[in-house]
């Protein structure tokens, strides 16, 4: 059967698409649970870095710049933390470091009257993203709604630096309804920062017993397919199990400024018979270095794998 996802709308793209097939390295640390929530990824939760696009000045305010989907991503960059009337907001400007803690956000439509009604997306009404901007800590979160529309993401310990949280979802009613927003906001999380370098690209890596390879050629401003393969002990790995209604979920950051990508597989869904080879028809905006975290369960646990593409 095929993934079923909700009707949306999308805006004109802006800059020109950059195919994402690719050969790379996957370094990566696995974790269950439907939370997603995979701290510090292969730097460890306690390594922080603050590339200088700490400073951009897209961030926090309202923007146009878009980005090209595929068979489903939502529109943006993700920098604005207003776009189209919508406009996230948060009372937590800054985070502690070295603890779980809870970051508090709404979502305010035209009418600025907070936004409770959510399409699904994916089974959920609301993905939430965090990354520091070195591009390690990723976490990746399904945060609950209170009544009165304030949602709630319980993040792993995060270690000191600047951070950017993302909320990615889709009104169910109003000017917007049908429409896929990714808004952000900057957070600092106090304390002594530790530069980390981005890794660099490669053709395959083990992740938790697995060996996942990436095929394929980056080119700027080119849309292509891209071909990701899941093998253990040398064999084909069949047995992938869904993950939020698809076999794998690729979420994308772009080094210097943190842009945000979303991307999925157009494999065909059917039970737990996934891989071992995913096909995606993606494209990413801008050249230069992009980190790709790729999400997929097997053997009953989630997997995340973090891998560095450079796009010319």
Known sequence: MFTTRPAVRRRALVAPGTAVTLALVLAACGSSGESSSMPGMDHGATAATSPAATGSPSKDSPSKGHMPGMDHMAGGDGLASAEDGYRLG?????????????YRFTVTGPDA????????????RMHFYAIRTDLTGFQHLHPT?????TW???LSALAPGSWRMFASFTPDGGAGKGTAFVLSRAVTV????KRTPL???AARARVDGYTVTVQGEPMAGMSHPLT??????GRPVTTLQPYLDTYAHLTAFHEGDTAFAHLHPTTRVDGDHGGPRLAFDAELPTAGNWRLFLQFRAGGELHTAALTLKVG
């Not at 948060?90 to 809870?102: F, K």
């Not at 009257?113 to 959920?124: E, G, M, Y």
């Not at 106090?190 to 920062?193: A, I």
Request: charged letters at 20%; zero cysteines; hydrophobic letters at 40%.
């Open 90 to 102: 948060s009372p937590n400007a800054t985070l502690a470091a070295g603890e779980r803690t809870a």
């Open 113 to 124: 009257k907070p936004v409770t009604a959510f399409a699904l997306d994916q089974t959920k």
């Open 145 to 149: 709604m209170a009544a009165d529309g």
């Open 152 to 154: 709630t993401a319980d």
């Open 190 to 193: 106090p304390g002594t920062e």
């Open 199 to 201: 890794p660099a690209a």
């Open 228 to 233: 990701v393969t899941v093998t253990k002990d």
